[in-house]
Nanobody, 116 residues
Framework: QVQLVESGGGLVQAGGSLRLSCAVA????????MGWYRQAPGKERELVAK???????NYADSVKGRFTISRDNARNTVYLQMNNLKPEDTAAYYC??????????WGQGTQVTVSS
């Protein structure tokens, strides 16, 4: 059993910032891609950003220039720095990691609420 521990969500005013963290609670667990997804009420879960083990990144168009994904391979942790937040960023945010043999693992989700 592999547990992903997320933190950093909360309530913030539009224009503010938050930093999400997701740590894999097993130091020897091999990870390829790490990413953040979000799901707003009544909508499908969507990719926000992902990062390969080598550091290549991809972002949703809606967050480019505002969000930055990074990872610490030694700590098996992925971060999402979110700046200039907008009300439409309000959602539950989930991290996902991919093990090359065992497949996908998801975090429990952390709520981000941006007030106007």
């Amino acid at each position: 059993q592999v547990q992903l521990v997320e933190s950093g969500g909360g309530l913030v005013q539009a224009g503010g910032s938050l930093r999400l963290s997701c740590a894999v609670a097993r130091s020897s667990f091999s990870i390829n891609s790490m990413g953040w997804y979000r799901q707003a009420p009544g909508k499908e879960r969507e990719l926000v950003a992902k990062i390969s083990r080598g550091g290549n990144t991809n972002y949703a168009d809606s967050v480019k220039g505002r969000f930055t994904i990074s990872r610490d391979n030694a700590r098996n942790t992925v971060y999402l720095q979110m700046n200039n937040l907008k009300p439409e960023d309000t959602a539950a945010y989930y991290c996902k990691v991919i093990n090359p043999i065992l497949g996908n693992y998801w975090g429990q989700g952390t709520q981000v609420t941006v007030s106007s």
